[in-house]
DNA sequence: CTGTTAGCGCGTTCAC
DNA sequence: GTGAACGCGCTAACAG
């Protein structure tokens, strides 16, 4: 492929004009700037990012840094690869380049993430699927790297910290009130893991709502689920052997899958019996009978605000601490009213 | 971070003997080669591979050039994605770098692909959901870096393509020749796009089956889904005013879903009144009401394969042309002995 | 406005 | 076995 230096001989100028015409200098010339242009299209030259990325101060890659990618289930999955999208998208648009590092939570966890962005010369990073007490994430907030995080929450201030998500305790409220407003009373919550940011923010969501109806929801009505299908399943299955809610309001869609699995072995019906919501918008959750009204997040814009928001951060712009993406309640058909 | 020159200057020793320490040069004393690890480690240095990919001569860097992943629909885009998981999993095995263009067939197609991988030093490609006679593939080409094909055949051999895919044909024979042995034998196919490669090799091997059984397979049998649920649904549904096959062989599961809708809307029972079934392994086939019975492809593994395919083009070893992945038949409730 | 030069961090001869 | 020196392709002062 033609270099800057075949570009710069064949229009007759020094490379330094050929880098300052390429990188929108103002200071050259109309004629020069043409007859360079002209050149580098005959030649068919386009400036090699390695070198550019060597040389140039500016950092212009992006590291998406993710767990749970390469483990995520069929049902699932399809989360990662929307926020991926998004990220993709949204990269590609401001000419980042990105680069990928999915970390298998299983497998000792390879090598760290500031060492992954300091040899590939990454100038921000989005994290997906990891804890903030992961070591490796304070040893790269210790490289000055900006970071983006997805669906997690930081305990303190942080400059060169974000977070993204949706409104995980409105989202949560506003479901919980769609059930009371149903007039459920009897409402077992099926939650995921205790330690996790998004469990504590919707359970938050749910005693709200409670609390505006004027509701107690005692301890025992929380079932923990762990976000895993089986799990859930498995507890409900147990919940309902001496325990008859109206309702089953699931942290996520997963759960929601292994509550109405349980139910339905129960000799229950759903919704007649006992009504059940998910979280979350997997694709699956519409084509199960019935089929589930859940809380669909857009992950795709998660992503893709997550992108956006730390190249405003690699470019020294002013940035929200906390971006919330919107949500929606989709009515389905796992929900009666009394 | 610390540079080859922190560490050489540590360590007592020029940069140049640094270098070929964590190259594994051979001439290099036990002695030293051990001091420079050790102040490597202390240092905490790894050597940045933005700048050895462009000082070094061999290429590092593997770019998936993939059509359709990023419009693909919700019930099929696992498939690209379990295509991403597979590439990524085998190229950071040898620590090759992984360059993702994703092409929006929408938008116009933006930048060759020749100049994205020339851009990025970009040593070998792997190709998915991209047509044989696209333009830029052709250049590509050109420019002598190998490909590796996923899902399309090539017209004649070249020193720096392979191919990797199921056997379509024989496994498009055996579902059919499996819908035979049910004695099926008024069996609508679903087929594909007329120009799509694996279209034509289903299509051959559905009349392999046919033959073997010395039976015909009238054109005006064969509809053409164009792989996609709503034409499929529509061709389904217009064939069912005047036909009552027993079963339609589908060449997507895309399409037998919406079969499975075209057959369900005409009154009739799936599988009691007519069978179905479907090909790739969607998940959601797996959920629908009966699951469809189908060949399940395993995109990661084709996903690893052509990544280790293109590997070996670029180190110069020998690589069968075409790689053939395993798949399987999975039976489920959609099909019906006669 | 343009040319020159010194890096960026590393690989790789080529002497010694 | 080791060091010096050049080059990869480009950016960024700096001088003119």
Not at 131 to 141: A, H, K, N
Not at 179 to 204: C, F, P, S, T
Request: negative net charge; charged residues 25%.
């Amino acid at each position: 492929m033609a270099s800057i230096k075949d570009v710069a001989k064949k229009a007759g100028v020094s490379i330094g004009v050929v880098s300052r015409a390429f990188n929108n200098y103002p200071d050259i010339s109309e004629k020069t700037r043409q007859k360079i242009f002209e050149v580098a299209k005959e030649l068919n030259y386009s400036p090699n990012i390695v070198a550019k990325n060597l040389s140039s101060k500016k950092q212009m890659t992006i590291g998406l840094i993710s767990s749970g990618m390469l483990d995520s289930g069929e049902k699932d999955s399809h989360i990662s690869f929307d926020i991926f999208k998004g990220v993709y998208t949204a990269t590609k648009e401001n000419q980042y380049e990105l680069a990928i590092y999915l970390i298998d939570s299983q497998e000792q966890r390879g090598k760290s993430y500031a060492k992954f962005c300091l040899e590939r010369n990454i100038g921000g990073t989005i994290l997906q699927g990891i804890r903030t007490d992961d070591p490796y994430f304070e040893e790269l907030l210790d490289t000055n790297i900006p970071c983006v995080l997805i669906d997690i929450g930081v305990e303190k201030e942080h400059e060169l910290i974000r977070t993204v998500s949706i409104d995980n305790v409105g989202a949560s409220r506003k479901i919980a009130t769609y059930l009371l407003q149903k007039n459920h009373r009897d409402i077992a919550i099926m939650a995921g893991k205790r330690e996790a940011y998004v469990n504590n923010w919707r359970l938050k969501g749910v005693y709200e709502a409670f609390e505006e109806f004027n509701l107690s929801l005692p301890e025992e009505r929380i079932l923990y689920g762990e976000f895993s299908e089986e799990i859930a399943y498995q507890k409900a299955k147990e919940y309902l052997k001496d325990h008859k809610p109206t309702a089953f309001l699931c942290f996520s869609d997963l759960m929601a899958l292994g509550v109405l699995d349980a139910v339905k072995e129960a000799g229950l019906k759903v919704p007649e019996d006992i009504s059940i919501t998910g979280f979350d918008g997997l694709m699956i959750a519409g084509y199960t009978n019935p089929p589930i009204t859940t809380i669909k997040q857009n992950f795709f814009e998660i992503g893709q605000q997550a992108a956006r928001a730390v190249q405003r951060l690699m470019e020294g712009k002013e940035t929200e601490k906390h971006i919330f993406v919107d949500y929606e309640l989709i009515e389905r058909r796992s929900v009666s009213a009394l």
